[in-house]
């Protein structure tokens, strides 16, 4: 069975500081790889997905990620996070499984952004 | 023009109710879910369906009940609510070929009193 874990469970940062947010994914087979954010009060929206093709992903809002497979990892980064960042951040995996998706998430991680 | 749109987005009951969720997509997606999403922010699949087909269940309890009339509707009716029902629930759909990325609904605050 697949399963994704994110080690930092809540982050604070202050504004412009540099981000990373940790993912490993445990599948034997071909993954489909994502990060999901949820502003407070709000539904999940995707940030970026990676297929195939160039390992370092770009998405919105200044967000990219670098799929290692080496070491099962999806780790998400920011140059320099904003106070709008605050958010909750998850890390999924997808796998096929009778004809049918399955998208399993990490725990979530908490930042906040400080002024 | 909302792509997944779920009803009510709150929803306030007493115990051993019964209650129902909606939700629709206009993306033409194949597939659609439901997530549930507890008190500690955790997401973890209840159901999914596929052109009204039901494809995963996930050891949900059988007070649970999808119903899918259509591809693009799959509603959550829920019998004899209990506390540990309070959550969030999110429908989302998604496309099995191609880009497999999802779509989430704003979610439906269920509390249960």
């Known amino acids: 069975a697949q399963s994704v874990s994110q080690h930092n469970h809540h982050v604070i940062l202050s504004e412009a500081a540099s981000l990373e947010l940790g993912c490993n994914y445990s599948?034997?087979?071909?993954?489909?790889l994502f990060w999901y954010v949820q502003y407070p009060g709000q539904h999940l929206q995707l940030l970026l997905k990676?297929?195939?093709?160039?390992?370092l992903v770009k998405g919105i809002k200044g967000f990219e990620a670098e799929f290692i497979k080496s070491k099962f990892s999806f780790n998400l980064r920011k140059p320099s996070v904003q106070w709008s960042d605050t958010a909750e951040y998850f890390c999924?995996?997808?796998?096929?499984?009778?004809?049918?998706?399955?998208?399993?998430f990490g725990t979530g991680t908490q930042l906040k952004v400080e002024l | 023009d909302t792509a997944v749109s779920q009803t009510p987005k709150y929803l306030v009951t007493q115990m051993g109710n019964d209650k129902s969720i909606k939700c629709e997509q206009n993306?033409?997606?194949?597939?659609m879910y439901w997530y549930k999403q507890d008190s500690k922010k955790f997401l973890k699949i209840m159901f999914s369906y596929n052109n009204k087909e039901l494809i995963i269940n996930e050891t949900v309890p059988n007070r649970f009940s999808p119903k899918s009339p259509d591809k693009a509707h799959l509603n959550l009716h829920i019998n004899s609510l209990e506390l540990g029902d309070s959550a969030v629930y999110f429908c989302?759909?998604?496309?099995?070929?191609?880009?497999?990325?999802?779509?989430f609904g704003s979610g439906t605050r269920l509390t249960v009193v």
């Open positions: 999924a995996v997808n796998s096929l499984t009778g004809g049918g998706n399955k998208l399993t």
């Open positions: 989302a759909s998604g496309a099995n070929t191609g880009d497999y990325g999802y779509t």
């Open positions: 990676y297929f195939s093709g160039d390992p």
């Open positions: 993306l033409g997606h194949d597939t």
């Open positions: 599948y034997g087979g071909t993954v489909n």
